[in-house]
C-alpha cells in the first residue's frame, strides 16, 4: 500500500511540474470576446487569446493603409483595461476615430520608431515591461525569427501582442501568406454598409472579418458589422434574428 | 554701445549690431565714436559682470544639454555633444534648440558644431551663418575653407603668415610644416592639428555646485563592456543611497567615463519622473552602454544627477483599495524615450477646433489626466492623409456629394454618401482663412471603402474656396 501510495504522489509532482512547464510556456490565461456566439464558439480560447501576438491586416486597398484593421484592432483594445501602446511607422493614424470606437485617447502611449527594425524593439521592450495591457505595431514584414521573440515576449510579459500589417503595395500583401509565430491571424476588408434607412445616405459600415489562421481552429469568415462606439461588432441584423449561415469550412479563406 | 579704459584712453570695447552698421568698431576712441553717431547710447565695461552671466549661461548648459560645459574666454562656450545630441532628436535639433534658447533670452550667439573642437571654434566665429553644422568626417573641408584667424592664433602671427600670402587653413596644411614650427613657434602647429582633429583636446568642465555626483576611480584601466556595465550598475546603486539621503529622485544622470588618454566619454540619460530605482535606472543605461569607446581603457568613471527634484521616501504598503490602481507606466516611458528621444513618445489630447489636422494635440505620457476626449458628433476616419491629396470629382453645386472621384489615377463611383459637414476657417489664427470654408462629406464606393472627402468653398460665395476636392481621411 505505502508503495502505492508513492507511484501517486509522485505521478501528482509530475502533473504538477508539467503544469509549471505549460504555464511558464504560456503564462496568461484567459481571452477577450468579442461577443458574438458564433465566433467566439469558434475560437479555441473564447476569444482572442490573451498574452498572444495576433495579426491583423486590410484587405485590398486596406493592406496599403490598414485603415479597417487598426479600426478592428482599435475595438478590441476598447474592450481591455489598463494602458495601451501603439508604436507608429508613419503618422497617419487619427486618434479621434479611435476614441469614437471606444479606445479613451488616454489609455494609448504613442510612440514613434523610424523603420520596422524600430517597431520591433520597441513592441518587444513593451510587452516585457509588463504592466500593459496590449502593444499594438504597425508593421510590413513579420519574419519568423521576429514573430517568435514578439511571440514569447508577449507571453512573458502578460500583455497581447497586436502586428497591424501593412504594406507599401498591394502586391506585397502577398508575404500575409508565409507563415509566423502568431496565435491567429486575422483579414478585415471593406463591405458595402449596411442596407440604409434613408435611401442615398450611409449605413453602418460592414467588415468582412477573415480569420485565416488560428491555433487550434479552422480557418472563417464572418460578415459583421463594424465596432460601434464601445468597440463591439456586431451581427448584421438580416443574419441576427435568423440562425447564423455561415460556419467553419463553408468558405475557406485563401492563405 | 560699451566704452572701457586701455590705458588712459576711453575705447569702444564692444558695439550691437545697428552700431557697427554705422561704423562704431571695438578699439575706436569713444570721443571719436561720439562724434560720428550721435546720440549713442553707452555702457560701461563691467568684465566682471559679463564673466557672472556668461557663467550662468554655462550652467544653464550644464543642466539642459550636456555634462560636459566649459566657459571659453571672455564670450564663448564650449558644450560636448557626443552621445548627448539623440535627446533632442538629432544634431541638428539640439543646435536650433539651442540658437533658439539664446535668442529668446536676448543673446545674440553664433553656434556650430563639429568633430572637432577647434574646427567648432572657428565656425561659431568665422562660419557663413549664425548656425553651422559641419558633417560628420568632413571637417578637412571646413578647416580648408577658414582664415587663419579662425584657428586661435596670435594676431602677430596671422599678419606674418599673411605676408608669405598663406590666408586659409588649407594654405596652411599644404606648407612644410618645420620651417613654420620654426619660425613661429610650436603653438601654430599645435592649433592646427587641434582643428584638423590630429591631436586630442579637451577641456575641464565646470560643474555645477549642488549636484549629487558620484566617482570611482580605478587601479587598473577598464574597457570589457561587462566590466563596464558592472562598475555602473555599482555607481547607481551608490548614487540612488546618495539621492535617498537627500530626499532627491533624479530626471537627469550624467555618466562620464574618464579614459587613459585623457578624453572623457559621456551619457546621459533622462526620466519622466524624478527617479532613484537603481534597477529601473540601470536598465535605462545598458541601452546606451554601447556608446562608450573606451579607447585603451577607462580609469575613472563619475555619475552625477544633473538635475534632481524632491522625491519622498517610498512607500511599501500599499493601499487597501486596489481598485482604483493606476499602472505606472512611467518605467516603459523612460525606456522608449531615450531610446527612440522624448518627443516620440507621447499621448494625443483633444484641442477645441473643428479643423480636423489641428483637433489633436501631442502631450507628454505622463501629462495629468483629464478624462476628454473628442466629441463623437460625426464619424472620423481612421487614416488622415497629410496633407489631404486632390482629387477629381465632380458634384451638383452647393450641396451634393460627388457621384464619382478619382484618386491615384483609380475612379471610384459613389454608391452612398453623408454630408456635407461644414467647418468653418480660423481666422483668429490667419488673416487668409478668414472666409475660408470647407464641406466634408463621407462616400462609399461600390467596393464598399469608405472615404472622407471635402470641397474648399461653400459652392455659393467664391471668395470661401476654390471649389476644389480633396480626399483627406480614409475610414475602413
Sequence with gaps: ?255 | MVTGRVGARKVVVDADRAARALGVIPGLPVAQAQARVPGLLTVEHAPAEDDAALERIALWALRRYSPLVAVDGVDGLWIDASGVAHLFGGEAELLSDLASRLARAGAHARVAMADTQGAAWALARYGLARKVISARGEVTLDVDALPLAALRLDAEVVAGLGKRGLETGGDLERTPRAPLALRFGPALTRRLDQAYGRTAETFDSISAPDRVTVRRAFFEPIGAPETIARKTAELVDQLCRELEARGLGARTLDLISERVDGRREAIRIGTAAPLRDPKRLIRLFRDKLGYIDPGFGIEAMSLAAALAEPLGPTQTVTSLDTSAKRIDVTGLVDILANRLGSDKVYRLAPVDSDVPERCVQRVAPTAPLTGRTWPARWPRPSRLLSPPERVEAMAVLPDQPPAAFTWRGQRRRVRVADGPERVFGEWWRRDAETLAVRDYFSVEDEAGERFWLYRQGDGEIAATGDLNWFLHGLFA
Design chain 1, 1 to 255: 500500500m505505502v508503495g502505492v501510495a508513492r507511484a501517486e504522489s509522485s505521478l501528482e509532482a509530475l502533473r504538477a511540474r508539467i503544469a509549471a512547464v505549460e504555464r511558464s510556456h504560456r503564462s496568461a490565461q484567459g481571452s477577450i470576446p468579442f461577443g458574438i456566439a458564433g465566433l467566439d464558439a469558434h475560437l479555441p480560447a473564447g476569444g482572442l487569446r490573451v498574452g498572444a501576438l495576433h495579426e491583423v491586416a486590410g484587405g485590398g486597398p486596406g493592406a496599403v493603409h490598414g485603415a479597417a484593421a487598426a479600426l478592428f484592432v482599435a475595438g478590441v483594445l476598447a474592450r481591455m483595461e489598463g494602458p495601451v501602446l501603439w508604436c507608429l511607422r508613419q503618422r497617419d493614424l487619427f486618434a479621434p476615430a479611435l476614441a469614437g470606437v471606444g479606445l479613451h485617447p488616454e489609455r494609448v502611449i504613442y510612440a514613434e520608431a523610424g523603420d520596422e527594425k524600430g517597431v520591433l524593439a520597441v513592441l518587444e521592450d513593451a510587452l516585457r515591461y509588463g504592466g500593459l495591457a496590449a502593444a499594438v505595431g504597425e508593421l510590413g514584414g513579420l519574419a519568423m525569427t521576429a514573430s517568435r521573440r514578439l511571440q514569447l515576449a508577449a507571453e512573458e510579459g502578460g500583455t497581447t501582442a497586436f502586428a497591424v500589417r501593412r504594406w507599401r503595395t498591394p502586391s506585397a500583401a502577398a508575404d500575409y501568406g508565409q507563415p509566423t509565430a502568431s496565435v491567429s491571424r486575422w483579414r478585415v476588408s471593406a463591405l458595402p454598409g449596411t442596407r440604409e434607412v434613408v435611401p442615398g445616405l450611409m449605413g453602418r459600415p460592414r467588415w468582412l472579418v477573415e480569420m485565416m489562421r488560428c491555433r487550434g481552429a479552422e480557418a472563417c469568415e464572418w460578415e459583421l458589422e463594424a465596432c460601434d462606439e464601445a468597440g463591439h461588432l456586431a451581427l448584421p441584423a438580416e443574419l441576427a434574428d435568423g440562425s447564423l449561415a455561415q460556419g467553419p469550412g463553408e468558405r475557406r479563406a485563401a492563405g
